[in-house]
């Protein structure tokens, strides 16, 4: 199987997401919405990776991942909302997230409000 990942705008995302997993023609997509920093994009990707690993090797299937958030498009965050699908597998991905941010020095508070202003539209 093929990897991809693409950094778009967010209007090119299929919904309001900074990021965004699916399989598509026997290639696995990572498309991560255009922060305005490499290092920020790369942050996400990472927690997209991670979520995408668990949520498949525990056998939630995007469909319903995507399903869910679709439903939960009023929530700043639907993978912490209660009976999400996903919800262990998108916590783990940020506490991955949250230590890489500790390392480089990044204030968490203040790079989840950048993102978060993201998707404010």
Excluded at 56 to 64: A, F, H, L, T
Excluded at 97 to 106: S, T, V, Y
Excluded at 107 to 113: F, I, L, P, R, S
Aim: hydrophobic fraction near 35%; charge should be negative.
């Amino acid at each position: 199987m093929n990897i991809t990942t693409k950094i778009v705008p967010l209007t090119e995302q299929r919904y309001v997401t900074l990021g965004d997993y699916f399989v598509e023609n026997e290639s696995l997509n990572f498309v991560i919405t255009e922060t305005g920093s490499d290092v920020y994009n790369k942050l996400v990707l990472i927690h997209e990776l991670i979520e995408e690993l668990m949520t498949s090797y525990r056998g939630i299937k995007e469909e319903d991942i995507l399903k869910w958030d679709l439903q939960h498009d009023d929530s700043n965050d639907p993978g912490r909302e209660e009976g999400c699908p996903y919800k262990q597998e998108h916590i783990f991905a940020e506490m991955v997230e949250r230590m890489i941010c500790c390392q480089l020095g990044i204030d968490w508070e203040m790079y989840e409000n950048y993102l978060e202003n993201i998707c404010d539209i």
